[in-house]
Every structure is written in C-alpha cells, then in structure tokens.
C-alpha cells in the first residue's frame, strides 16, 4: 500500500514516552489514508486501485468479538504492540534487522505491507488527509460519546480535553443529543475549537466546570464525564467521578499512568459507574464509512481538525506543536 498522509495521534508519543510499552524497533503512524498498489492472492476486501484508509485495530469480522458486534475487540488485533503478523514475520526490514509497524501499520512509512482486517475501502472523492483522521481518533472520541458512554438528547455531558479525541467526543454528544456539552481543557486555542465543534460550555479548570454543572443541572450533577485527556492522571478520573450524578458514568478513553483510588460508597451510593473504552466501542467496518457519509452531509467535521499539516522530516516538529497545545491534529502529508 502507498500511503499519502498519516496523523499524529497522541498514541505515538506515549510509547515514545514509555506510557505504553511497544516492541522497538518501531515504524510508528497508526492513522493512515492511501491507495492499493498490490494484493496478495487470498485478498478479497480490496483491489488493486482502492482508496482504503486504515483501522488501528483490525477487524477480522469472525471472532468472537467481531461476530457479536465488537470489531473494537478483535482478536487479529493481539499484536499491537509488536507490529508483527499473524504468521510470525515482519514486513519492515533494516539492515537485516525486523522492525514492527505500530499497530501492525506503520503509516510514517509511505509504503506498508497491511493485512486486509486493517485497512477499509473509501470513496475515491474523500481527501487523503482527511480520511486519515478516521483511522483512529475521530471514531475513538465520536464512539466514546456516542456508543461507550451512550449519550442521549438532552443529557449533561462533560468532557476533560479537547484534543483530537476530545474534540470528536465533543461532535459526538452534540449529535446524539447532549443538552450541555461542557468542555474542561487549559489551552484557550482548544476551548475556542471546542465551540466550533458543538461545546455549549468550556472552562480551564475542573473546579470552574464542576460548580458550573451543580448550578445549570440544579444539584443533579452530570449524566456523563467523558475523560479524553493527553495523559491520563489520578486527578482527573476523581473530578471525573465528582462531577456525574446519580446513574452517572464515567468513560475513560485517555491513556497514561492514572488510576482509580475511591471509596467504593461513592460508586454505590449514587450507582455511579466507570468503565475503559478503546476505539470508541466502534466497529470500524462500519462506522468509518458511516462517519464519511456524515462528513459529506455536513453534520460531522473533518477538515476543521487538521491544524497543521507536515512533511515527514518535519514529525517532531508536529509533536512538539501538539504537546504545546498549539494543534487539534497535525497530519504528515507524504504525497499530494
């Protein structure tokens, strides 16, 4: 496959960072958009010519987890973090040296062996660069509203981020319904984003956010706290658990160092509940194109998240910029 852009997901820097363990030496990239250049003979999802853009976890379609609705779960996906094949073989190579893809991908490369499960057949009109962002953190922060959490209309929803995953959770809420979709991020650029994508509310601090739902939901709390942070941290999974009310849920999307450390009676009394989420609980063979069919109508947006867009000499460059806050999300443009 010929990749033609790849996004910079905060996913990459965690493993860079240690914060998730992954066999090195690695090609990152995990979002990915680019054309079928060959297909192998058993091949039968796509061909030759295809726009495909990429599923950072596969989707065999006849596991356990696929056949009963949880494409997120797929068992093809067991090697994630050592970017090898289901056959034992790796298909990067350097100096007689294996290396792995992450995710079994390697989008920072422009050409990638892929197995069939991780790749999806697109429309021909839809922008490399775009498309890319479907691969992962679109479907992550959309599915963590929309599915893992279960918004409904005229629910209270707050959501600790609004990166490129926090800023899709925003989207997703909106569209479902969400009567308040108040947004706790410190970077100003993000608050101001987080409006154009459908926040009612955003504020710097989780004290300023939690008082402000106290007082709009009359003491009733929040009916969701969606967590899509950079780094997941102790600190944010309490305010996360404060600030839900009765029946409440938690979803946890963000990945980092934090844990749970609560009396059980604050879980019980008020039947609060806290769950993980991956991929949004989406299933990406049919949640992808369904979110291009919203993008083309208008009711979910795309092109306002690519910030920035980078060569690949220039990926460090676009880590930087994201840590600072400076991005939604950056995306490496390796042939137009």
Same mark, same amino acid.
């Given at each position: 496959?010929?990749?033609?852009?790849?996004?910079?997901?905060?996913?990459?820097?965690?493993?860079?960072?240690?914060?998730? =363990?992954?066999?090195? *030496? %690695?090609?990152?990239?995990?979002?990915?958009?680019?054309?079928?250049?060959?297909?192998?003979?058993?091949?039968?999802?796509?061909?030759?010519?295809?726009?495909?853009?990429?599923?950072?976890?596969?989707?065999?379609?006849?596991?356990?987890?696929?056949?009963?609705?949880?494409?997120?779960?797929?068992?093809?996906? $067991?090697?994630?973090?050592?970017?090898?094949?289901?056959?034992?073989?790796?298909?990067?190579?350097?100096?007689?040296?294996?290396?792995?893809?992450?995710?079994?991908?390697?989008?920072?490369?422009?050409?990638?062996?892929?197995?069939?499960? !991780?790749?999806?057949?697109? *429309?021909? /009109?839809?922008?490399? /660069?775009?498309?890319?962002?479907?691969?992962?953190?679109?479907?992550?922060?959309?599915?963590?509203?929309?599915?893992?959490?279960?918004?409904? *209309?005229?629910?209270?929803?707050?959501?600790?981020?609004?990166?490129?995953?926090?800023?899709?959770?925003?989207?997703?809420? =909106?569209?479902?319904?969400? $009567?308040?979709?108040? +947004? +706790?991020?410190?970077?100003?650029?993000?608050?101001?984003?987080?409006?154009?994508?459908?926040?009612?509310?955003?504020?710097?601090?989780?004290?300023?956010?939690?008082?402000?739902?106290?007082?709009?939901?009359?003491?009733?709390?929040?009916?969701?706290?969606?967590?899509?942070?950079?780094?997941?941290?102790?600190?944010?999974?309490?305010?996360? %658990?404060? %600030?839900?009310?009765? !029946?409440?849920?938690?979803?946890?999307?963000?990945?980092?160092?934090?844990?749970?450390?609560?009396?059980?009676?604050?879980?019980?009394?008020?039947?609060?509940?806290?769950?993980?989420?991956?991929?949004?609980?989406?299933?990406?063979?049919?949640?992808?194109? =369904?979110?291009?069919?919203?993008?083309? !109508?208008?009711?979910?947006?795309?092109?306002?998240?690519?910030?920035?867009? @980078?060569?690949?000499?220039? %990926?460090?460059?676009? @880590?930087? /910029?994201?840590?600072?806050? $400076?991005?939604?999300?950056?995306?490496?443009?390796?042939?137009?």
């Amino acid at each position: 496959m010929k990749f033609y852009a790849a996004g910079l997901c905060h996913s990459d820097d965690h493993i860079q960072k240690g914060d998730a =363990r992954m066999r090195f *030496p %690695v090609v990152g990239g995990h979002e990915g958009a680019g054309v079928v250049e060959a297909v192998g003979a058993d091949v039968t999802r796509v061909e030759v010519g295809d726009h495909v853009v990429c599923s950072f976890i596969p989707a065999c379609g006849k596991c356990r987890y696929c056949s009963t609705g949880h494409q997120n779960l797929c068992d093809e996906g $067991k090697n994630a973090s050592t970017g090898e094949f289901a056959d034992g073989t790796f298909r990067f190579h350097r100096d007689g040296e294996d290396y792995g893809g992450l995710c079994v991908l390697g989008t920072f490369s422009q050409y990638a062996v892929l197995s069939e499960y !991780s790749v999806i057949k697109i *429309p021909d /009109d839809i922008p490399f /660069d775009v498309a890319a962002l479907v691969s992962c953190g679109v479907p992550t922060g959309w599915g963590t509203a929309v599915y893992a959490a279960g918004v409904r *209309p005229g629910e209270t929803v707050v959501v600790y981020g609004a990166g490129g995953v926090g800023s899709n959770a925003v989207q997703g809420a =909106r569209y479902a319904g969400a $009567k308040n979709v108040v +947004v +706790v991020d410190p970077v100003e650029f993000k608050r101001d984003m987080a409006k154009v994508f459908g926040a009612t509310h955003t504020f710097a601090d989780a004290k300023e956010a939690h008082d402000f739902v106290v007082e709009t939901t009359w003491g009733q709390l929040a009916d969701h706290a969606l967590i899509t942070v950079g780094i997941l941290s102790d600190e944010v999974i309490t305010n996360a %658990v404060n %600030v839900v009310g009765k !029946s409440g849920k938690v979803t946890i999307t963000a990945v980092g160092p934090g844990q749970l450390d609560l009396p059980a009676g604050m879980l019980i009394g008020y039947q609060r509940r806290v769950q993980g989420a991956i991929f949004g609980a989406c299933n990406p063979l049919y949640d992808v194109p =369904r979110l291009l069919g919203l993008y083309r !109508s208008g009711d979910v947006k795309l092109d306002e998240l690519i910030t920035r867009r @980078y060569k690949l000499e220039e %990926v460090n460059q676009g @880590y930087q /910029d994201m840590l600072d806050g $400076k991005n939604i999300r950056g995306v490496i443009v390796h042939e137009h």
